[in-house]
């Protein structure tokens, strides 16, 4: 059974880190994208942090680009996120979400597994 579980969500002030942590089980076969997805109330799930694992290829969106990173510890099953200079305008629900096959990686409505999710909150 696949399963994804998040953790390291918190509430923090502006400007501060925070990382956060995927473990990734079940899978028998490999997969073709992981990624972080958030979600504030009212808005739709958007993708921050989606990576490849054919060929390590990343992609955020400019609303945080220079700002947060994504890695991987294939050793720990692990994808991390990493979330620096953070913004009221950050806070919401984050998701680590993977995609099987080929295909756009950072497009919420092409996932096919989601953990139940991280909150953060940024806030003074």
């Known amino acids: 059974q696949v399963q994804l579980v998040e953790s390291g969500g918190g509430l923090v002030h502006p400007g501060a880190s925070l990382r956060l942590s995927c473990t990734v089980s079940g899978f028998r076969e490999g997969y073709y994208s992981i990624g972080w997805f958030r979600q504030a109330p009212g808005n739709a799930r958007e993708g921050v942090a989606c990576?490849?694992?054919?060929?390590?290829?990343?992609y955020y969106p400019e609303s945080v680009k220079g700002r947060f990173t994504i890695s991987r510890d294939n050793a720990k099953n692990t994808v991390y996120l990493q979330m620096d200079s953070l913004r009221p305008e950050d806070t919401a629900v984050y998701y680590c979400?993977?995609?099987?096959?080929?295909?756009?990686?950072?497009?919420?409505?092409?996932?096919?597994?989601w953990g139940k999710g991280t909150l953060v909150t940024v806030s003074s």
């Open positions: 979400g993977v995609r099987r096959t080929y295909g756009a990686m950072c497009r919420p409505s092409n996932m096919d597994h």
């Open positions: 990576v490849a694992t054919t060929d390590g290829s990343t």
